[in-house]
């Protein structure tokens, strides 16, 4: 059973950071690539930054220079610490693994998803 968690998500002023963190079954992380996916209220689950097996990292425009994303392969965990947080970043943020070890940071390239955590920034 593939099983993915994420947790860190909350209500924080505009400016201020969170970090968010993803943990999953060991055989789910391993090779693979990951990422952390958002959905905001009547809008397309987007990509913000996912993250090779190998390092190579993407990040959405909207989020570079704010929002990094790091990996542990060890303990088969994600992170995204996220920076100067704005309004619209609210949204629900989900964390995915890919079938394989690349993949382009758009949601029909993974497969195995988080149930999401909130994260709401106020102005």
């Known amino acids: 059973q593939v099983r993915v968690v994420e947790s860190g998500g909350g209500l924080v002023q505009a400016g201020g950071s969170l970090r968010l963190s993803c943990t999953a079954s060991?055989?789910?992380?391993?090779?693979?690539?990951m990422g952390w996916f958002r959905q905001a209220p009547g809008k397309e689950r987007e990509g913000v930054s996912c993250?090779?097996?190998?390092?190579?990292?993407d990040y959405a425009d909207s989020v570079k220079g704010r929002f990094t994303i790091s990996r542990d392969n060890a303990n088969y965990s994600l992170y995204l610490q996220m920076n100067n947080l704005k309004p619209e970043d609210t949204a629900m943020y989900y964390c995915?693994?890919?079938?394989?070890?690349?993949?382009?940071?758009?949601?029909?390239?993974?497969?195995?998803w988080g149930q999401g955590t909130q994260v709401t920034v106020s102005s």
């Open positions: 060991g055989s789910t992380l391993r090779g693979r690539a």
């Open positions: 993250a090779t097996w190998s390092g190579v990292t």
């Open positions: 995915a693994a890919a079938p394989g070890s690349w993949a382009r940071c758009v949601t029909v390239d993974f497969a195995y």
